[in-house]
C-alpha cells in the first residue's frame, strides 16, 4: 500500500503554526476582553506524587513520568467514563532537571472553557507548569489542546494505552515506554513522497500517524 508522507505531515505542521500564531491573537483579544479565558482555572496538582506514576517516557535527554489516580486508571480499565475530577500530572525533566509540569484536568461544565480558537477537548481543561511549581503563563496553552484533539477516541489521553496495560498492582510503574527507540525506528521502507495530486489519500496506518505526532512533541519539548 502507498502511503503518502506530506499531506499529514503538512497538516500536522500546520497545525502547530496556527496554534503557534493564535498566540499573539489570543493575547491581543485577551487584551480587549480579560474575563474570555480564565488561565488560572487549572491549578497545580499538590498531591499528584500520592497517585500512581504509570508510564515514563525517554527521549535522548528528556525523561518523563506521568502520574494519575487509582480511580482514572481503573476507569479506563473498566472500560467507564474518565470522571469528573480526574487529574493527569506530566513531569518532565531535562538532563534529570525537572523543567516542566504539564497538567490535564477534567471537570463537568468545563467544556466551554477552552481558550478562542483551539478545539474542545471534551471537558479537560490544560495546563503547563514550571520546574518550580509555578504557573508558566507564557505558554500557549492552545497548542495543547490542538495536539490532544487527535486523540477523542481515547477521551483525549495520549496515554490511554498505558493506563489499559497498567498493572495496579506494580507500584514501581516501570514499564517504560521508550519512544526513543520507536522514534528512531521510524521505518520509510514502503513509503513514497509524493506531490499532493487529485487523489488526497492521508495516511491510514494509525501507527505512523501516532509517530509523526510523537515526532513533533519531541520538537516541541526540545525547543527553547
Ligand atoms: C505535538 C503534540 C502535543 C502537544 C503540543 C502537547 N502534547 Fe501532551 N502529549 C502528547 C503525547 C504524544 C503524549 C504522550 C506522552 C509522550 O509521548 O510524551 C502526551 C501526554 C500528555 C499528558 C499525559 C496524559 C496523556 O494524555 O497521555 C499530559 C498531562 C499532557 N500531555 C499535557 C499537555 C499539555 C499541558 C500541553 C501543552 C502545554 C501538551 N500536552 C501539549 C502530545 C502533545
Redesign the pocket.
Request: net charge positive; with cysteine; hydrophobic share 35%.
Given at each position: 500500500m502507498k502511503k503518502i508522507l506530506f499531506p499529514s505531515l503538512a497538516l500536522a505542521m500546520s497545525l502547530?503554526l496556527t496554534a503557534c500564531n493564535s498566540n499573539n491573537d489570543t493575547n491581543e483579544v485577551s487584551q480587549q476582553s480579560p474575563s474570555e479565558y480564565d488561565r488560572e482555572l487549572v491549578k497545580f496538582p499538590e498531591n499528584y506524587k500520592e497517585g500512581v506514576l504509570y508510564t515514563t517516557?525517554n527521549r535522548g535527554s528528556m525523561r518523563?513520568e506521568?502520574y494519575t489516580s487509582r480511580e482514572v486508571i481503573e476507569a479506563v480499565q473498566d472500560g467507564q467514563q474518565v470522571p469528573s475530577g480526574a487529574v493527569?500530572?506530566?513531569e518532565i525533566y531535562n538532563d534529570d532537571e525537572l523543567s516542566e509540569i504539564?497538567?490535564?484536568e477534567k471537570r463537568t461544565g468545563w467544556g466551554d472553557q477552552n481558550p478562542p480558537d483551539t478545539p474542545q477537548n471534551g471537558d479537560w481543561l490544560?495546563?503547563?507548569f514550571n520546574g518550580d511549581r509555578s504557573l508558566d503563563y507564557e505558554?500557549d496553552?492552545g497548542?495543547?489542546f490542538?495536539?490532544?484533539a487527535n486523540?477523542e477516541r481515547d477521551d483525549?489521553?495520549?496515554?490511554?494505552d498505558e493506563m489499559q496495560s497498567f498493572d495496579l498492582e506494580d507500584v514501581t510503574g516501570s514499564k517504560d515506554?521508550n519512544?526513543e527507540s520507536r522514534l528512531a525506528g521510524i521505518s520509510t521502507e514502503g513509503w513514497e513522497i509524493n506531490a499532493i495530486g487529485d487523489n488526497h489519500e492521508m495516511i491510514d496506518d494509525e501507527k505512523k500517524g501516532e509517530m509523526i505526532?510523537?515526532t513533533?512533541?519531541a520538537f516541541?519539548l526540545h525547543q527553547d
Open positions: 502547530t517516557v518523563g506521568i493527569i500530572t506530566y504539564f497538567v490535564m490544560y495546563q503547563e505558554e496553552i497548542r495543547c490542538s495536539c490532544h486523540r483525549y489521553m495520549q496515554t490511554f515506554r519512544t505526532q510523537n513533533l512533541l516541541y
